[in-house]
């Protein structure tokens, strides 16, 4: 273990394990966005922040903030953030552990007796993960002038908007614009590399070249639904049939499009609902959502063109009809920047750490923060590589290594980042 780093590497594990005790306790480790738990978690991030000297707020896109005034406003805000909300039996790092990081960089920093130029600023991000509503980084959109009204009318299965539940946690629709940043001159966050690339190369940490583009698309089948004994096979309006074969194509196509070779290409159908789900009943309806991700755009647009006319063709077969073939989301894939991945590498050989460039599978609030400040991030190791499972695991070191990074660059950036901004402050 490194001892000799600028942090505090047990103050910062116990917050990890704070919040993430903060979970619905038969499926651990489960803090949804918009929930009780939720809020809860977030009422418990607040009285963190504010014990570390953070002036506290939520802005009108929902996202916590904690602020500590630099020497020169004028400069502008150096922020480091992530998300506290999981994905349904989710682990105890995804997100919290770059929440964990900004605090205890700011209470690091307090204790050094150090006051940056720059303001600081901590940003837990809104609903990083997809939400019931069917959106992800709604904070991170929020904030970059990226979340517009289509995406406030979606609603969850109860039937209650986006836009009624970002008022729930604190939130304004009505008054979005007021969280649109221009005076942000450097965001960088810390995240779990969610993949086994450190770990088998027994490196502390990644710094990210660049996050993939995301694009989802919803498709629904509408068929009959009708006696599954005494319905001929013949006669049948089997939305199932339909949405199975849709399945496999998108893993038939997305296996062809990765195999060309050049460019990183997934795409994965995690939500497949069907109506009305009885063992004795022909599926009279189903949804599902697909998830694609590449590093060039262009092969998204071939994949969800194939699968436009696969899906509908599978459909007629079916004898249903496809009511809905729609993009919820899409955003482009993007780079890091080039002097804050710079800093950062810096910061890994100051510590003598060892580190590596390394591109992102996974979305990240940093891809949207990417749109109105340069933003970089570091990548710190988990087990396997495992995330998105109850047994994601990141060791206290390991994780204290990748905060010690973000603290070196954001010292050495304080001094680097130029010294006269673009936009005004807001
Ligand atoms: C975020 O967790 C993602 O879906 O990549
Ligand atoms: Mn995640
Ligand atoms: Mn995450």
């Known amino acids: ?56 707020r939520i802005d009108t896109a929902g996202n916590l ?24 039996s989710g682990g105890r790092f995804d997100g919290i552990a770059g929440v964990a990081t900004g605090l205890e960089i700011v209470r690091a920093l307090r204790q050094s007796g150090a006051r940056l130029d ?19 980084c709604v904070g991170s959109r929020g904030m970059t002038g ?8 979606l609603t969850e299965p109860g039937g209650e908007t986006l836009r009624d ?23 960088l966050e810390l995240h779990i590399e969610q993949g086994i690339v450190l770990e088998s190369r027994s490196l502390d940490v990644g710094v990210v070249t660049s996050i993939v583009g995301i694009r989802r698309i919803e498709i629904v089948f509408q068929g009959e639904a009708d006696h599954a004994g005494t319905t001929p096979m013949a006669l049948r309006h089997d939305a199932l049939a339909a949405a199975a074969n849709t399945v496999a194509a998108v893993r038939r196509v997305a296996e062809q499009l990765a195999a060309e070779g050049e460019n990183y290409f997934v795409a994965t159908v995690g939500i497949l609902t069907v109506e009305p789900s009885a063992s004795n009943i022909v599926p009279g309806r189903c949804r599902l959502v697909i998830d694609a991700r ?47 991945r710079a800093a950062l590498r810096q910061g890994a050989h100051d510590l003598g750490l060892g580190e590596m460039d390394l591109p992102s599978g996974a979305g990240h609030d940093a891809a949207f923060m990417s749109r109105i400040a340069p933003s970089a991030m570091v990548f710190v190791p988990c087990r396997k590589g495992k995330s998105h499972a109850p047994e994601e695991w990141a060791d206290r070191e390991a994780i204290a290594a990748g905060a010690a990074v973000i603290y070196q660059a954001v010292r050495a950036l304080d001094q680097s980042l130029p010294r006269s901004r673009g936009g005004e402050a807001a």
């Open 165 to 187: 539940a970002l008022r729930r946690v604190g939130g304004n629709p009505d008054r979005l614009i007021e969280a649109k940043r221009n005076d942000i001159s450097a965001f």
């Open 294 to 340: 590449t590093t060039n755009p262009e092969l998204t647009a071939r994949f969800v063109g194939t699968i436009d006319l696969e899906s509908a063709a599978h459909a007629a077969a079916a004898k249903v009809t496809r009511p809905k073939f729609e993009t919820l989301s899409d955003g482009p894939p993007v780079a890091c920047d080039p002097d804050l």
């Open 118 to 136: 720059h303001t600081i600023e901590i940003i837990d991000f809104l609903a990083e993960e997809p939400s019931e509503y069917g959106l992800s």
């Open 146 to 153: 990226s979340l517009d009204g289509k995406m406030l009318d």
């Open 65 to 88: 903030i904690g602020r500590i005034e630099g020497n020169n406003p004028e400069l502008g805000v150096i922020a480091i953030g992530s998300h506290s909300d999981t994905v349904p």
């Open 1 to 56: 273990m490194k001892t000799n780093l600028p942090l505090d590497a047990d103050r910062l594990w116990a917050d990890v394990m704070a919040l993430a005790d903060i979970t619905d306790p038969v499926r651990p480790y489960t803090r949804r966005s918009f929930t009780a738990l939720f809020l809860e978690g977030r009422a418990w991030l607040a009285q963190r922040f504010a014990e570390a000297g953070l002036v506290t």
